[in-house]
């Protein structure tokens, strides 16, 4: 199956300030397909990008998604308080689907 | 608008089984496929069986072959996930999400999750 390695595990960071994570998957993600979703305490996971790039209906343009092959990233270019959340991102082009193991982030 | 709403967990002893449900609305059931997914108390993400649209074709994690059966009630638009020969390690929230196709895809929206406790 292919393992997804997300870092940095915490990103601290406030308000107004760019994010940039990473997704590296351990061998290439079949068409590009790799998710990201947002999960904000006691709810359930949201979707932002699917397709590596594409934004999820609904979902602001801060939000963008980047990559191909092996690299991935999301980036969130100027965060807002609602922002602050755990993200996983998910390749679905092979089978088992899997998550990467999360990565925070909190308000420094 | 589409919901999906999870039914059915508990608390149940290790060995014992126990029937999640899934109902759906808002879209055309009988043309996605579904998805369960899992999360254990303070951890990640973990993908945990697909079915088709067509009910054809059923996948699952290594973690939970030949325990867990995913299916599907078009007639009910409902989704279920029998669970057999629970163990503690599969405490978890599950959640039932709606794929982007109708042989799975990505997940979106997810329902509010059940929570599934297995103890002694």
């Known amino acids: 199956e292919i393992v997804l390695t997300q870092s940095p595990g915490t990103l601290s960071l406030s308000p107004g300030e760019r994010a940039t994570l990473s997704c590296r998957a351990s061998q290439s993600v079949r068409n590009n397909y790799l998710a990201w979703y947002q999960q904000k305490p006691g709810q359930a996971p949201r979707l932002l990008i699917y397709?590596?790039?594409s934004r999820a209906t609904g979902i602001p343009d801060r939000f963008s998604g980047s990559g191909s092959g092996t690299d991935f990233s999301l980036t969130i270019s100027r965060l807002e308080p609602e922002d602050f959340a755990v993200y996983y991102c998910?390749?679905?082009?092979?089978?088992?689907?899997?998550f990467g193991h999360g990565t925070k982030v909190e308000i420094k | 608008q589409v919901q999906l709403v999870e039914s059915g967990g508990g608390v149940v002893q290790p060995g014992r089984s126990l029937r999640l449900s899934c109902a759906a609305s808002g879209f055309t059931f009988s043309y996605y496929g579904m998805h369960w997914v899992r999360q254990a108390p303070g951890k990640g993400l973990e993908w945990v069986a697909l079915i088709w649209s067509d009910g054809t074709s059923k996948f699952y994690a290594d973690s939970v072959k030949g325990r867990f059966t995913i299916s599907r009630d078009d007639s009910k638009n409902t989704l279920h996930l029998q669970m057999d020969s629970l163990r503690p390690e599969d405490t978890a929230v599950y959640y039932c999400?709606?794929?982007?196709?109708?042989?799975?895809?990505?997940?979106?929206?997810w329902g509010q999750g059940t929570q599934v406790t297995v103890s002694s």
């Open positions: 999400t709606k794929g982007d196709s109708p042989r799975g895809g990505y997940s979106t929206p």
């Open positions: 397709a590596a790039s």
């Open positions: 998910q390749q679905y082009g092979d089978s088992p689907a899997t």
